[in-house]
T-cell receptor, first 113, second 115 residues
């Protein structure tokens, strides 16, 4: 079974809709991250969390919110989706030691029409 | 200017060739350097990890860091079709940094190794 899972894997939605992307991990890591990947721009950090009570904005947090429901679960929400949020979204985890080694989920491909 | 620049390719080479992938960066405070490999429709996975300047070898892969030039490289010897993927460089600040080891990624280089 995969250590980091993301649901859904693909989603098509319309402008203005609320969308939630979910991430679960079985690695026992405290740190979790949400990235988006766009062609030519690489991976950009949206939010990160070092434990259930710690949430931090990343490079591009505007238009997104997150919830850390438990150590193993970290959700990303788009309150009112817009077309330029069309991208590939990745969740990642890392331990407190060796935090540079991040383990990525398989990604969610989101299309906003 | 992006903090980390990486040629997006695509790069096509014949099987058995030596591949050189490179990144340049502008922030001299970066101390930890990584290469991630991303297969199509998959998440990135860590391939190589290097601290500060120098070389690190792991099988057919060699990671090289030149901090004086702000330049890092990944070499793949005897390349195989299974090496076909996108390779992303990533780097982070030192342990004392308040930014808590956030990774800054390059945009990735798409590599195809032809059989």
């Amino acid at each position: 079974d995969a250590d980091v899972t993301q649901t859904p894997r693909n989603r098509i939605t319309k402008t203005g809709k609320r969308i939630m992307l979910e991430c679960s991990q079985t690695k026992g890591h405290d740190r979790m991250y949400w990235y988006r990947q766009d062609p030519g721009l690489g991976l950009r950090l949206i939010y990160y969390s070092f434990d259930v009570k710690d949430i931090n904005k990343g490079e591009i947090s505007d238009g997104y919110s997150v919830s850390r429901q438990a150590q193993a679960k970290f959700s990303l929400s788009l309150e009112s989706a817009i077309p330029n949020q069309t991208a590939l979204y990745f969740c990642a985890t890392s331990g407190a030691v060796g935090a540079d080694t991040q383990y990525f989920g398989p990604g969610t491909r989101l299309t906003v029409l | 200017q992006k903090e980390v620049e990486q040629d997006p390719g695509p790069l096509s080479v014949p099987e058995g060739a030596i591949v050189s992938l490179n990144c340049t960066y502008s922030n001299s405070a970066f101390q930890y350097f990584m290469w991630y490999r991303q297969y199509s429709r998959k998440g990135p996975e860590l391939l190589m990890y290097t601290y500060s300047s120098g070389n690190k070898e792991d099988g057919r892969f060699t990671a090289q860091v030149d901090k004086s030039s702000k330049y890092i490289s990944l070499f793949i010897r005897d390349s195989q079709p299974s090496d076909s993927a996108t390779y992303l460089c990533a780097m982070t600040l030192g342990a004392s940094s308040g930014s808590a080891r956030q990774l800054t990624f390059g945009s990735g280089t798409q590599l195809t190794v032809l059989p």
